[in-house]
């Protein structure tokens, strides 16, 4: 159930900050989805959640959606997760797009075992409900979160 999912996503979510540019970020991401793969779970989730469900919940049901299975939805997650940084390093830093691909080239054996874990957990997910889904944690980020929150001026919402 997205809902379900949403609502454990916020739960494991203590920083305002971080809920927030989860939530929009998952507002562009179904826009995007409902436009590339009409769903009526798309649809449902937008109706429900107008201002925006996390984007992972989101993530989930359009690798639904595109036909994806839960491995290759955890393979998209994570290539966008380590992506978005690399590309960042790229523009902001100036640093050779070929170093940064070849990062992510050797980032992919540990996609893998993620991917692997990440597809596990949902099996299990669907017999023991959210809370059989790993809630690793990071202080130091949701402190951050909260501070970079604050600036004036940001070049990345997340």
């Given at each position: ?81 380590v992506?978005?940084p ?9 640093l ?63």
């Open positions: 159930d997205p809902l379900t999912l949403d609502e454990a996503a916020d739960a494991r979510t203590p920083a305002p900050a971080l809920r927030t540019t989860a939530r929009r970020l998952g507002r562009q991401l179904i826009r995007a989805a409902r436009a590339t793969w009409p769903s009526p779970e798309l649809d449902a989730l937008a109706a429900a959640r107008p201002r925006g469900a996390h984007q992972p919940v989101v993530l989930g049901l359009a690798a639904r959606a595109a036909g994806l299975g839960p491995r290759d939805a955890a393979y998209a997650a994570g290539y966008e997760a992506s978005g690399a590309t960042a390093t790229v523009r902001l830093l100036s050779d797009p070929f170093d940064a691909t070849a990062v992510l080239a050797r980032l992919a054996p540990e996609l893998d075992r993620i991917a692997a874990r990440a597809a596990e957990a949902a099996r299990r997910a669907l017999d023991e409900g959210p809370g059989a889904l790993p809630a690793a944690s990071a202080p130091l980020l949701d402190i951050a979160a909260e501070q970079h929150a604050t600036w004036s001026v940001r070049l990345f919402a997340s």
